[in-house]
């Protein structure tokens, strides 16, 4: 009998990691900690504006953050933060930041959205720390 492999496919890696939130509603989450940055709520409206989705779209996830309880909402009201949700936006906005810097370094580009937001949901805490680390001897080496 041949030892198992440790390759997967990516739904099985996604399988095998711990219950967590899916892309999408990190995605929502994110969005959501980047509005709260410049008001103090947000609105259905104004979140799906920003994310190109139906305000339909919003409520359905809103309600789904909420039971994670990393927003609080209430149907056609206003989307706020919560102590738990504000750490882990936190953290997204500062992965999202930290890989679109490190992609425009490396590209010599000034935006590379569409890349960062493929990749950022598939890269790990520790990752994310070591590339701000490297990029910061880059931009060293550099001057």
Known sequence: MEPKSDFRTMKGYQLADKPRITASMEDYLEMIYRILKTQPLVRVNDLAKKLNVRPSSVSKMAAQLNDLGLISFEKYGYIGPTEKG?????????????????????????????????????????????????????????K
Not at 91 to 98: K, T
Not at 102 to 125: G, P, R, T, W
Request: hydrophobic share 40%; charged share 30%; net charge negative.
């Open 86 to 142: 504000a750490l882990f936006g936190d953290y997204l906005l500062y992965r999202h930041d930290v890989l679109m810097d490190f992609f425009c370094h490396i590209n010599n580009s000034a935006d590379e959205l569409e890349q960062v937001e493929k990749i950022e949901h598939y890269i790990d805490e520790k990752t994310v720390f070591n590339i701000n680390r490297a990029l910061k001897q880059l931009k060293e080496l550099k």
